[in-house]
């Protein structure tokens, strides 16, 4: 990580012809002469065509503002969540908000590769740029949620590699942008900029990026489907004994004998995977369910003790279709100059997409699954990414309503610093490491307690206005002052 003066996205500069501009640029005219010059074949002499001079690509103002929400959301159901159950991850099937987030993810790193490729001038480079990214991403994410960094409550660092944690949010953002970078950097040296005139004309421009999408569809069908599940055994981290899961199963949904969780225990193994997954609060495990009563019930199952990985191998492949929908977002903004299209284009496949989200869940085909990456939710979340995109895309862009939205503007446009700092602790666990005779006295502490907590009596009210007030408004702020002297944090 690193900070940039004047880069708000080196990776992803939301620049984009307007839909009065003229597109694309004269560099490129020479895609669109060969008809030109056949009409004079007699000739010797090649036609030249006058350069014009092209204005200033505008920045899309809504990319940041997304990018900035979903942040914003990230901090706010992580922290708010204890007291908030029904804003937290569902402890299995369902969805709520702060399901919408990893996905949201996906999708904007998806319009961002569009944007951040649509010209290549050398794949090499290209490509090394993705892979260098990509390593970084990793490495950032087994710091900080591989068990390296215990912020912001633990002041301690450090992580028994026998017990590392392998996957996460960052990992799994690392190979939806490795995935469809690297196809996109391979069409983009071979398209054209001209899109055939009918519906479907965008969709034959970019087909392998959907012959993807179609592969990890058949490929995560095939074993979610088809993985026979047998019984297996399991440390307690609780009470220290061995205890076995009865399974013996195909095609099961439950929380103990899915295909997902099976691929990651016999790939990662026990020992790497996520120790307290949501489903501890599941109401089989907690009677508080979805709350958490930190003990599970008298009869609760053996599963409910057990590890499971919830941004594992292979939801992080079904994943990658969030990232693909984004793309396509990406492209609609590159190829299409007017409003009307471009709004077509994103608000009918999204209202198409939950739709079929919301049938395949309530119709018990395929249920809404956050852990799983199951294929409803990957219709649901992304359908809703695209009418939120579009949403912001019409105040903001078309009509100019952008001031409302600028603390999110200035989170999204330094997301990886909001992200290190406030989503991950450690801010907090900076400032927790300078307390007053005990760890527990701390000017974090002292605030949410004396400035929050107690002047509303409710710890429920008191934290949610914290995490509002304390953090996303204060991180706003403190992305508006870096935005002011042009610094931005990347990877």
């Not at 290549?120 to 390296?148: C, D, M, N």
């Not at 193994?269 to 489903?279: A, C, K, Q, R, V």
Request: aromatic share 14%.
């Amino acid at each position: 990580m690193n900070a940039a003066k004047n880069d708000p996205e080196d990776g992803a500069k939301n620049e984009i012809a307007s839909p009065h501009q003229d597109f694309p640029s004269s560099k490129q005219t020479s895609i669109f002469m060969d008809d030109a010059h056949n009409l004079d074949r007699q000739s010797k002499e090649p036609i030249i065509m006058p350069e014009t001079p092209i204005p200033k690509a505008k920045r899309v103002e809504t990319l940041d503002v997304f990018r900035g929400l979903t942040i914003a959301v990230m901090i706010l159901v992580d922290d708010a969540g204890g007291e908030w159950p029904h804003m937290n991850h569902s402890p299995w099937n369902g969805c709520t908000l702060a399901d919408f987030v990893m996905p949201f993810f996906l999708f904007i790193v998806g319009v961002a590769i569009a944007l951040a490729f649509k010209r290549i001038q050398k794949t090499s480079a290209a490509v090394k740029k993705v892979i260098i990214r990509t390593i970084k991403l990793i490495f950032w994410g087994l710091v900080l949620q591989g068990g390296y960094s215990h912020a912001p409550d633990d002041l301690s660092y450090g992580v028994d590699m026998t017990k590392i944690r392998w996957c996460g949010i960052l990992q799994r953002i690392a190979l939806g942008y490795a995935v469809v970078a690297l196809v996109e950097i391979a069409i983009t040296r071979r398209r054209t900029l001209l899109v055939l005139p009918d519906t479907w004309g965008i969709f034959q421009l970019y087909k392998w990026h959907w012959v993807m999408a179609v592969s990890i569809i058949i490929i995560y069908c095939s074993c979610v489907y088809g993985l026979y599940v047998p019984d297996w055994q399991f440390k307690s981290a609780y009470t220290n004994e061995t205890l076995t899961v009865k399974c013996g199963v195909k095609a099961h949904f439950g929380p103990p004998c899915n295909a997902v969780g099976y691929i990651d225990r016999e790939v990662l193994g026990l020992n790497h995977m996520y120790g307290t997954p949501e489903w501890t609060r599941a109401l089989p495990c907690d009677i508080r369910s979805p709350s958490s009563s930190d003990d599970f019930r008298p009869d609760a199952p053996t599963w409910c003790q057990a590890p499971f990985e919830p941004e594992g191998i292979l939801g992080s492949i079904s994943g990658i279709l969030s990232a693909i929908l984004g793309v396509h977002y990406g492209h609609v903004l590159i190829h299409y100059k007017g409003h009307t299209k471009r709004l077509l284009h994103w608000v009918l496949p999204a209202l198409v997409l939950v739709l079929l989200g919301l049938i395949l869940h309530y119709s018990h085909a395929i249920p809404l699954n956050k852990q799983l990456y199951s294929l409803s939710y990957v219709c649901l979340t992304g359908g809703s990414a695209g009418l939120v995109f579009s949403f912001f895309y019409v105040v903001i862009d078309i009509y100019g309503f952008s001031k409302p939205f600028l603390l999110l503007k200035w989170m999204g446009l330094n997301a990886m610093f909001v992200f290190v700092m406030a989503a991950e602790g450690i801010f907090p666990a900076f400032i927790n490491g300078w307390y007053y005779k005990s760890p527990n006295n701390t000017l974090v502490y002292w605030i949410q307690k004396h400035i929050f907590v107690e002047p509303w009596h409710s710890i429920k009210a008191g934290t949610l206005l914290y995490v509002l007030f304390g953090e996303i408004l204060f991180w706003g702020v403190v992305s508006g002052l870096l935005h002011r002297q042009k610094i931005y944090w990347k990877l």
